[in-house]
């Protein structure tokens, strides 16, 4: 089996506007070449991606959706089809751009489970991370970005994110400052490109076989009724909404109802 990786630029620049990260991602297609991973690079920008939440597919399908050019259904196929996907992303105000926070906050939508394992659709896909800035905060993108990823199912090797930081401040970003000669930015590339790869590999051979469904009625089975879980029927997956059942009150549809009604208060 051929591995494929995909790797998005999150850069806020369209095409053909120079993109400082685009750097490193091409250090990083040069590093999956010489594994012999097929890459495919995609500048998000010059896609339309709606931000609008949607229930299905077959709402984009239909009415006033349809008129949109939403390339989100194109884009997510090109993820679910790669078995390992790199976020690459300008550090703006010490954050991945909105770009990519787009893309996370659509992949946290996905309602499809494995039939067999109760699985989330990116279980057995590999994460990475590529990150480009004047500023500091490659760490608390890092952070955030991959601990999101793998909440979605994906697979975060060591040592997974490679970034670039050129001087606080205005500077010069990657290409004028000769980032592409950077040892720690190099080496970090190499580690990601490996670690990603290798890990594609192995789950390939061996993927995960956890079931979360099985997982899931045995939490149930010893867990409190104090705090009960109603899923979303049109999402089970990751969306849930939480209900509290005081004292011995049946948690019936009315009592439901009624919790949805009500206004949340705050308490120590």
Partial sequence: MTIKALILNTTL???PSRSQTQGLIDKAVAGYQKEGIETEVIRVIDHDIEQEYWDDFDDWNAGEKARRK????????????ADILVIATPITLNMCTSAAH??????????????????????????????CGNEDGAHHVAGTVL?????LGYIVPPNSAAYWLGPAG????????????HFHTNKLIRFMVSNTAQMA???DATPL?????????????ESSEVFAIRVNVDTPAIRYKRFQNLGDVPLTESVLAADEESTPTKTA
């Fill in 70 to 81: 939403d390339e989100w259904p194109w884009l997510l196929g090109k993820i679910k089809a």
């Fill in 102 to 131: 787009v893309i996370l906050e659509k992949l946290n939508l996905m309602d499809e489970l494995n039939a067999d394992t109760g699985q989330f659709p990116l279980y057995n896909k590999v994460a990475g991370l590529l990150m």
């Fill in 201 to 203: 590999r192995i789950l």
């Fill in 13 to 15: 620049r369209r095409s």
């Fill in 170 to 181: 205005t500077g010069p970003g990657y290409i004028e400052a000769h980032g592409d000669k």
């Fill in 209 to 221: 076989t956890t079931n979360l469904a099985d997982c899931a009625a045995e939490a149930r089975a």
């Fill in 147 to 151: 601990n999101n990823l793998g909440r």
